[in-house]
C-alpha cells in the first residue's frame, strides 16, 4: 500500500459516516446485533426501554447507529428518528412465527414513510440457531419481501449471539450495506 492510500484510508471524510436506524419488534436481537458489532458482551441484555446510540467502525465507515425499542408503545416514535437515515436495518426474530405478520405489518408502514423513501433496507432474519427458526427465505415469502420495488433490500440469515462472528452473518450483512450505500455516501 502506497503513502496515498494510507492517508486516503486515514482521512476521516464526512463522506463515510453513515446514519444506521435499527429497528424490529421488541425481542427481535437489535441491541444484540448493534453490541455485537460494537465487541461488546452482550450475556447480559435487557430490553431497549428507548434508544442507544453507537458509534462504530465498519467496513471503512463510522457507523453512527440508532437502535430505538420495539415495544408497541415505542413505535409511534419511530418517525422521530427517521430524519437523514442513510440505512434501515430491520431485524425479525426467525423463530417467533406467532408475531411474523405485525412483523411484515411494521415493516410495510415502514416502507411507506415519506423520510426514509428510497433508503436501503437490510433486513436481518435473526436466530437462526434455534431449532425453529424460519429460514430467511421463508420469512421472505411470508413477509412479500419481493414486492419491494423502489429501494434495494436483502434479507440476511443471522445468530448474534453466535461465539464465532465470523459465522454469525451479521458481517455479510454489513458487508451487503456498504455495497449498497446511497450514492454521495461511498467513501473515497
Known amino acids: 500500500m502506497g503513502l496515498l492510500d494510507l492517508l486516503r484510508k486515514l482521512r476521516s471524510s464526512p463522506d ?11 425481542n427481535a ?6 453490541k455485537s458489532l460494537a465487541s461488546e458482551d452482550i ?31 415505542i413505535r409511534p416514535y419511530w418517525k422521530n428518528y427517521f430524519e437523514n437515515t442513510d440505512v434501515l436495518i430491520y431485524v425479525i426474530d426467525s423463530a417467533d412465527k406467532k408475531r411474523l405478520g ?8 415502514l416502507l411507506e414513510e415519506e423520510k426514509l423513501a428510497g433508503v436501503p433496507v437490510l433486513i436481518f432474519a435473526n436466530k437462526q440457531d434455534l431449532i425453529n427458526a424460519l429460514p430467511a427465505s421463508e420469512i421472505a415469502d411470508e413477509m412479500k419481501l419481493t414486492q419491494i ?18 459465522e454469525s452473518g451479521v458481517p455479510e450483512g454489513f458487508q451487503w450495506m456498504a455495497k449498497n450505500i446511497p450514492k454521495g455516501k461511498k467513501g473515497k
Open 149 to 166: 420495488k423502489d429501494r434495494k433490500w436483502q434479507i440476511q440469515p443471522c445468530s448474534a449471539i453466535s461465539s464465532k462472528p465470523e
Open 102 to 109: 405485525e412483523s411484515g405489518e411494521e415493516l410495510e408502514e
Open 29 to 34: 436481537g437489535k441491541t444484540t446485533i448493534l
Open 16 to 26: 463515510q459516516e453513515l446514519r444506521i436506524l435499527l429497528l424490529g419488534l421488541d
Open 43 to 73: 450475556s447480559h441484555i435487557t430490553p431497549t426501554q428507548g434508544f442507544n446510540i453507537k458509534s462504530v467502525q465498519s467496513q471503512g465507515f463510522k457507523l453512527n447507529v440508532w437502535d430505538i425499542g420495539g415495544q408497541r408503545k
